[in-house]
């Protein structure tokens, strides 16, 4: 994860390394937008696909719309957040939803080559933290034989999901899953697949924010030095090493810091070398 190194005036340094909290709040309890504005705990950001309208003359065949290609403006119904790469076609079942297919027509991509959709809310705006993402898509006997890919680029690496979209309710026009709860900051998105030349369907996204980014502050008071961070960083351990680069070995802290307040506290005494702390999550 990126740090902030801020260089303390004594011969001890420390690490203000800003984390995701765990758990601490059950999404959907808050207010719900489709507009990016700063989150509170419980809110959740819903990120709409693409608009998109008729071919002049109107629909030659079913699905048949336009714009064939990702603006990314953000204007006449594009989502800027919401950026295909070579899906070209939607339908307006119940919220809609833009989708790939095995054949191809005028003006279509390739079935055979690459096809995504990159959902990348701004998270800069949102505020980093802990997220539960859920998704929706067009279930039906129609979709791929092979499961679409959710690829999840979050704050701590990648994960990926799997989902096979033949599943679903039939009384439903889209179906909503959860993807998982991961650590979302600016930059984080999620990449879902056509891994195949088959029909996967793309769909709105909930972000909803369970817990917001602590602070791990650091203070130098006389020969010490104190490191502070909230006690609803659950499931958080405290890890320190010498020096600060990728191939750097970070080790458990064995010392068991304080409660005061609404924050833990642990003091160390001052020494010569420089040595740096973070938090994170096993």
């Not at 699905?63 to 070579?86: I, M």
């Not at 996967?200 to 980014?213: E, K, Q």
Request: hydrophobic share 40%; glycine share 10%; charged share 20%.
């Amino acid at each position: 994860m990126p740090a902030r190194l801020t260089p303390v005036p004594a011969r001890f340094r420390c690490l203000p390394l800003t984390v995701l909290a765990a758990l601490a709040a059950c999404t959907g309890l808050g207010a719900s937008y489709t507009t990016p504005r700063l989150l509170a705990v419980g809110d959740s950001y819903e990120l709409r696909r693409d608009g998109w309208s008729d071919p002049p003359g109107g629909a030659a065949y079913q699905g048949d719309v336009l714009p064939k290609t990702d603006t990314n403006s953000g204007t006449n119904g594009d989502n800027r957040y919401f950026q295909r790469h070579n899906v070209a076609r939607a339908w307006a079942t119940g919220i809609g939803y833009w989708y790939t297919d095995a054949d191809q027509h005028a003006g279509e991509p390739d079935p055979a080559g690459e096809q995504w959709v990159d959902y990348a809310p701004p998270f800069e705006i949102l505020g980093p933290g802990r997220y539960a993402l859920e998704t929706a898509y067009r279930g039906s006997t129609n979709r791929a034989s092979y499961p679409a890919v959710y690829r999840v680029h979050h704050a701590l690496g990648t994960n990926e999901v799997l989902r096979d979209q033949r599943f679903g309710s039939p009384a439903a026009p889209v179906y909503w899953f959860t993807v998982g709860q991961f650590e979302m900051r600016a930059g984080s998105f999620v990449r879902v697949e056509d891994t195949g030349t088959g029909s996967i369907t793309f769909s709105n996204m909930r972000f909803g924010l369970l817990a917001p980014v602590p602070v791990l502050k650091v203070q130098l008071l006389g020969g010490d030095c104190i490191l502070r961070w909230a006690t609803n960083a659950v499931g958080y351990r405290l890890e320190s090493s010498p020096g600060f680069a990728p191939a750097v070995t970070w080790e458990s802290v064995g010392e068991s810091p304080e409660t005061v307040g609404a924050e833990y506290k642990l003091a160390f005494p001052a020494g010569a070398a420089a040595r740096y702390f973070r938090l994170v999550m096993p």
